[in-house]
C-alpha cells in the first residue's frame, strides 16, 4: 500500500507541476500543450533530483556539506530553467519567466488544497515546492 501511495502521490505532484508548466508556457510563449508540460516537469523533475542527488553525496562533510547544498540548489534551479529553455521558444528569458508563472501558479493551487485539506503543499516538477 505505501508503494501505491508513493505512486498517486508523485503522479499528482507531477501533474500540478505540469499545470504550472502549462500555465507559464500559455502566459509567455502562447503555447497550449498540457502534455507537452507533463513532460517537461518529468524532465525537470528527473534533472533536479540528479543534480541534488549528487551533491548530496558530499553534504555530509562538515562547512563543505553546507556550501554544497547550496551550490546544488542553485544548480539545480539552473538546470530546470535549462530544461525549460530548451523545450519552448524563447531564450533564457522567457523560460526564466515560464518558470516564475510556473512557480507562482503552483504556489496558489497548492495553497488552495492545502486550506481544503485536500494535499499537503509539494510538488514535483517545480523547485523549491
Do not use: H
Not at 501511495?5 to 509567455?28: H, K, T
Not at 558530499?58 to 540548489?73: E, Q, R, Y
Amino acid at each position: 500500500m505505501a508503494l501505491l501511495d508513493l505512486l498517486i502521490g508523485f503522479v499528482v505532484a507531477l501533474l500540478i507541476g505540469a499545470f504550472g508548466i502549462y500555465v507559464g508556457a500559455r502566459v509567455i510563449v502562447d503555447r497550449n500543450d498540457y502534455e507537452y508540460a507533463i513532460l517537461t516537469a518529468l524532465v525537470g523533475a528527473l534533472v533536479w533530483w540528479v543534480i541534488t542527488g549528487l551533491f548530496g553525496l558530499i553534504t555530509w562533510i562538515p562547512i563543505l556539506g553546507d556550501i554544497a547544498s547550496v551550490v546544488a540548489s542553485l544548480l539545480a534551479l539552473l538546470a530546470w530553467v535549462y530544461v525549460i529553455n530548451a523545450r519552448y521558444p524563447g531564450g533564457w528569458g522567457k523560460a526564466i519567466g515560464i518558470g516564475v508563472v510556473a512557480w507562482l501558479s503552483v504556489w496558489i493551487v497548492l495553497v488552495v488544497l492545502e486550506a481544503l485539506q485536500i494535499v499537503d503543499a509539494g510538488a514535483i516538477g517545480i523547485p523549491g515546492l
